[in-house]
Antibody
Framework: QVQLQESGPGLVKPSETLSLTCTVSSGSISDFYWGWIRQPPGKGLELIGYIYYSGSTHYNPSLKSRVTISVDTSNNQFSLKLSSVTAADTAAYYC??????????????????WGQGTMVTVSS | DVVMTQSPLSLPVTLGQPASISCRSSQSLVYSDGNTYLHWFQQRPGQSPRRLIYKVSNRDSGVPDRFSGSGSGTDFTLKISRVEAEDVGVYYCMQTTHWPPNFGQGTKVEIK
């Protein structure tokens, strides 16, 4: 069974860059989208963005200017960078696998497998 | 952006009784390929979300058959036929038909 595990610092200073990595185990990173979703404490879920294993990216417009998602197929990992963070970026960050379908291109169907999540606090 | 509205936001239920959660979208979720990309997730306390239902009514492997999804267009429902203690948590609908994909606000299911 494919498993996802997030890793990275739990504390980031304001104005700095949040960096997280998701490691995919027991499965290939090929042929799927790989996404990041976050959840502020006590609140709902927000899509940050996702990347195809070939490298094409899709970022939520609300965060697009600050987000970079990349993939490392040789190590079965993908990563998130969120720049210029503020306290509003304090959240649990989840990585997830996205199923795809073909319709005039490669489309995201749904996120079927999620990591356990990692809490990131933005504070000085 | 498509607005996803869930109701109720809080749902106290008695063990063994049915429960129903509504999810409404501000636009039709039928995609140009004819499929409807509306999905349901369960988030138990302290856990990450788990997909229960994909494309309106398809139950994921290992999901008890007391969970069912239905609906079309802009109006969707998740039903639990007989609530068990392990069903406590927050349930989210999510649409991936329109860009950007987004979630409903969540419905908290608790035992009376």
């Amino acid at each position: 069974q494919v498993q996802l595990q997030e890793s990275g610092p739990g504390l980031v200073k304001p104005s700095e860059t949040l960096s997280l990595t998701c490691t995919v185990s027991s499965g290939s990173i090929s042929d799927f989208y790989w996404g990041w979703i976050r959840q502020p404490p006590g609140k709902g879920l927000e899509l940050i963005g996702y990347i195809y294993y070939s490298g094409s990216t899709h970022y939520n417009p609300s965060l697009k200017s600050r987000v970079t998602i990349s993939v490392d197929t040789s190590n079965n990992q993908f990563s998130l960078k969120l720049s210029s963070v503020t306290a509003a970026d304090t959240a649990a960050y989840y990585c997830a696998r996205g199923e795809v379908f073909l319709w005039f291109g490669i489309r995201l169907s749904s996120f079927d497998i999620w990591g356990q999540g990692t809490m990131v606090t933005v504070s000085s | 952006d498509v607005v996803m509205t869930q109701s109720p936001l809080s749902l106290p239920v008695t063990l063994g009784q049915p429960a129903s959660i509504s999810c409404r979208s501000s636009q039709s979720l039928v995609y140009s390929d004819g499929n409807t990309y509306l999905h349901w997730f369960q988030q138990r306390p302290g856990q990450s979300p788990r997909r229960l239902i994909y494309k309106v009514s398809n139950r994921d492997s290992g999901v008890p058959d007391r969970f069912s999804g239905s609906g079309s267009g802009t109006d969707f429902t998740l039903k639990i036929s007989r609530v068990e203690a392990e069903d406590v948590g927050v349930y989210y609908c999510m649409q991936t038909t329109h860009w950007p994909p987004n979630f409903g606000q969540g419905t908290k299911v608790e035992i009376k």
